[in-house]
């Protein structure tokens, strides 16, 4: 009755769309044919690893998302020292997703190895989003919209939040800032085909470099590559095109990281890294990384190196304040500089800041 009112009263004309997700007003959407309509996508809820994404497609991915619990300073707020396990009633308690913390445990066995629970869920978090909002990204135009569930919560809780109850950024608040930079280059690799799209929101044509490398752990090159491109306005390219077997031939997946940078002159456009082997198989060494923290205008400024790689770099601190980029991998002899936003002056700041990677988990 409503769509046959609008469409006789409306002299406007407006659209009628019944409902979100709604798979397509006249000819329903299934997940085997989204030829229209939005899409709400968990792959945790329709319970397949991370790689269903890649065959996953819909015009609008109007809801998508994966759980995780919140930041440390958070759960230490809402439990005691003894409610400290995830199988623990007051745990229990903060987690009301229908199937609780079952599939989160189900889906940190399949990718990680894992003793510190809290920082684990996130990385779970993050590498599901990454994927999920990198590879909708790359579809366009097929894909032209990635709404991610959710910004932030409404009481300290596991939830599939970036922000928490507390106003802690997870790190999925540190992935989607970088999914969604007007300028991303994303690898993606499925069924033995490898490809680098360059993905671009700008209403300009621009020509740069495409700067690939393998490394191993120790930062030993032992593949390059550099190649030109002419990237037209908002779209999405593929670059580069190889199969899997024949780009990492008989190198070992678990020792080996790809790295893709996109440069204009001397200006970094974007950067990425994949991996060829889930976190849990990565044979990580720990590494020695060395920090020098300096007063900065707005608070603190913070470099780092290492000589190893470092995974899934946190850095956690019980003073006031909100790091620029956290949970995020630091490549043998690279250096990063971030900051550390406080109105705060901080005696020995340095010494307050505590690294953690993914060696620290097991």
């Known amino acids: 009755m409503i769509p046959e009112a609008i469409e006789k009263f409306d002299y406007n004309s407006h659209d009628y769309w019944p409902s979100s997700p709604m798979g397509g007003y006249r000819e329903p959407m299934t997940l085997s044919k989204p030829q229209s309509g939005d899409m709400h996508y968990y792959v945790a809820y329709v319970n397949k690893p991370f790689s269903n994404i890649l065959e996953t497609q819909s015009h609008f991915f109007s809801e998508h998302g994966f759980q995780s619990w919140p930041d440390k300073k958070t759960v230490y707020q809402f439990t005691a020292p003894e409610d400290r396990d995830k199988n623990s009633q007051v745990m229990k308690a903060h987690n009301k997703a229908m199937i609780g913390n079952s599939v989160l445990d ?37 894909t032209m919209g990635s709404l991610y569930w959710q910004l932030n919560d409404v009481w300290p809780i596991a939830s599939w939040a970036s922000i928490d109850f507390h106003n802690n950024p997870k790190g999925l608040y540190y992935i989607v800032k970088k999914a969604f930079n007007p300028i991303i280059v994303v690898p993606s690799n499925f069924k033995n085909d490898f490809m680098i ?166």
């Open 197 to 362: 799209n360059v993905v671009s929101d700008s209403r300009e044509a621009f020509q740069a470099k495409m700067e690939m490398e393998i490394l191993d752990f120790d930062g030993k090159q032992l593949w390059s590559k550099t190649i030109p491109i002419n990237m037209m306005a908002n779209t999405s390219t593929a670059f580069f095109k190889t199969t899997t077997k024949e780009l990492v031939n008989n190198l070992d997946t678990t020792q080996i990281v790809f790295t893709v940078k996109l440069l204009k002159g001397n200006q970094l456009l974007a950067s990425n890294l994949y991996y060829f082997s889930s976190p849990k198989d990565l044979k990580l060494q720990k590494p020695v990384i060395t920090k020098v923290v300096t007063v900065s205008d707005q608070g603190y400024s913070i470099a780092l190196t290492s000589d190893k790689l470092v995974k899934d770099l946190y850095l956690d601190t019980d003073e006031m304040g909100r790091f620029s980029d956290n949970y995020f991998d630091l490549l043998p002899g690279e250096k990063v500089i971030l900051g550390f936003k406080t109105k705060e002056k901080i005696d020995n700041f340095g010494d307050k800041i505590r690294l953690y990677s993914l060696t620290d988990s097991y």
């Open 106 to 142: 189900k889906y940190i066995k399949m990718y990680y190895n894992f003793d510190s629970y809290i920082y684990v869920t996130q990385l779970l978090q993050d590498a599901c989003m990454k994927l999920s909002l990198e590879t909708h990204r790359r579809w366009m135009p097929y």
